[in-house]
């Protein structure tokens, strides 16, 4: 018997080369039915699951909305009778001087990380299986270690990790379990659109903070199958770094959207006494 025969398995923001899909494939080899949420269909995967025999349903879903969440858990909740799993996969980034930052880039990049992963636990955990149930969020080493230029990434994945650690202490009675995985570089086409930025002495420097090489979706998909399993039932509220070591930092990106302007360093201080 596989697995995941026999469970449903929600999960958030999946792309046809992201980690989202990767997690999808990786659940559905070992038998799980599949409920996807997003913005954009990831007609691909979905062609390569249904091939596969998986049992998939697609719901247009944006994170930040909690009617569009209700209406599309619950939906699947009659439709199934039962929830097992949830992965809190959606997310966005940017990166860009703490200075330049705008209110609405910060807000929206939150509501979407983690205020969207509250949401979505929010929604799921009256439904979800007790004894056996647990809830995966995707969070990020820039979550456990700073990066220039990536601060609200930075801070939405740390808010989503100490999230878990106190989720975890209140579902646990009712058998239920909350976890993180914080990957370092993943080839995924969210990172691919930063390498650019970086020189190859740089680009060097990130390398060698992967003494394992950079992942592959693969690499996160198959930890978070295990955590999802009967095999990690002693497993609760921590977060699993994930191909990098504690001296991990990522170096800044040359171009100069990152480069602090001489200008604004040099501005006077203006005493308030």
Aim: charged share 20%; proline share 5%.
């Amino acid at each position: 018997m596989k697995r995941f025969e026999d469970s449903a398995a929600i999960i958030t923001g999946p792309s046809d080369q992201g980690i989202g899909g990767a997690i999808a494939e990786r659940l559905a080899d070992e038998g799980a039915d599949l409920i996807l949420f997003g913005l954009d269909k990831p007609t691909r995967l979905i062609k390569r699951l249904v091939r596969r025999g998986t049992s998939v349903c697609w719901h247009r879903v944006d994170v930040t909305n909690s009617q569009m969440i209700q209406e599309a858990v619950t939906c699947c909740y009659e439709e199934l009778g039962h929830i097992e799993i949830l992965v809190n996969n959606a997310g966005v980034e940017f990166s860009k001087k703490f200075e330049e930052i705008e209110d609405d880039e910060w807000d929206k990049l939150i509501s979407v990380n983690l205020t969207g992963a509250m949401k979505m636990t929010r929604a799921v955990l009256p439904f979800l299986t007790e004894q056996g149930g647990v809830i995966i969020n995707i969070a990020s080493v820039l979550g456990m270690a700073g990066c220039p230029g990536f601060h609200a990434y930075s801070a939405s994945k740390a808010g989503l990790i100490g999230m878990t650690q106190s989720l975890a202490l209140e579902i646990a009675p009712y058998g239920q379990r909350a976890v993180c995985v914080s990957p370092a570089i993943v080839q995924t086409p969210m990172a691919h659109k930063h390498s650019a930025d970086l020189s190859s002495e740089a680009w060097q420097k990130l390398e060698d903070a992967h003494p394992l090489g950079i992942g592959r979706p693969q690499d996160v998909a198959d930890v978070v199958a295990f955590l999802a399993s009967h095999e990690a039932r002693w497993m609760t509220g921590m977060s699993i770094p994930l191909g990098w070591i504690p001296s991990f930092g990522l170096p800044a990106p040359t171009n100069s959207s990152m480069i602090h302007s001489s200008e604004l360093r040099k501005k006077p201080v203006i005493s308030t006494k």
